[in-house]
C-alpha cells in the first residue's frame, strides 16, 4: 500500500518522513519525484510513504492513478505558524511560483502573509476535497505529533521501532531560520 502525506509545506513533512525512515516495512521519501514529469511524476514504489507538497496540485493525477488504494494523510500545522514560516520565504520556492505563476496580473501590493494565507487555504481546500471521498485518511495535527504518529502507525500496520520515530518528533528538520 502507498501512503501520501500531503501538506501545504511548512508543516513538519520533513521530520514526518525522518520518523517514517525508523519503519521497516516501508520505504519513505520526501519530495522524491519533484523534479520528474508526466507518468514517472506519480509512479512511486509499491509500500512508499511519500511527503510532498507539491503533490496538492497532482491530486487528479494521483486519484487516477492511486485512488482509494491509498492511504492519505492530512498533514498540518497551526495556520499562522504556517503563514509565519512561509512569510520568511516570500522569495523563493512555492511561494514565489505561486506569486509569480499562479496568480497572474499585478502581486506586488499584495502584503506576504496574505499572499501566504491564500496559498495555505488553497492548498488546504484542495485536500480537503481530494479526501472527501477517500476510505483511509487521517488527519495529522503537527502540534500532536507523538499523539498522531502512533495512531498512523498503527493504522498503517508500521513494524519497526516506534520509540526511535517518536523520538525524531524532538528535532525539527527543515526549519526556517
Known amino acids: 500500500m502507498n501512503i501520501f502525506i500531503l501538506n501545504s509545506g511548512r508543516c513538519g513533512s520533513s521530520t514526518f518522513i ?13 519530495e522524491s519525484l519533484s523534479h520528474l514529469v508526466g507518468d514517472a511524476r ?9 511527503a510532498d507538497n507539491r503533490l ?15 492511504f492519505y494523510v ?12 512561509f512569510v520568511k520565504r516570500e522569495s523563493f520556492g512555492i511561494m514565489k511560483a505561486y506569486r509569480d ?3 497572474l496580473g499585478e502581486t506586488a501590493t ?9 496559498y495555505l ?31 498512523f502507525w498503527e493504522r498503517i500496520g508500521a513494524e519497526g521501532d516506534l520509540e526511535q520515530a517518536l523520538a525524531t518528533w524532538d528535532t525539527h528538520y527543515n526549519a526556517s531560520s
Open 110 to 118: 499584495i502584503w506576504a502573509d496574505d499572499l501566504a494565507s491564500d
Open 18 to 30: 525522518e520518523a517514517c525512515r525508523h519503519i521497516s516495512n516501508y520505504k519513505a521519501g520526501h
Open 56 to 70: 496538492s496540485w497532482f491530486l487528479g493525477r494521483l486519484d487516477r492513478k492511486y485512488g482509494d488504494d491509498a
Open 74 to 85: 492530512h498533514l498540518t500545522r497551526e495556520p499562522q505558524a504556517v503563514i509565519n514560516s
Open 101 to 103: 505563476g499562479v496568480l
Open 42 to 50: 506519480l509512479n512511486y514504489p509499491a509500500n512508499h510513504i511519500e
Open 121 to 151: 487555504e488553497t492548498v488546504d481546500s484542495n485536500i480537503r476535497l481530494f479526501l472527501k471521498d477517500k476510505s483511509r485518511t487521517m488527519r495529522f495535527q503537527l502540534e500532536q505529533a507523538q499523539t498522531d504518529f502512533k495512531i
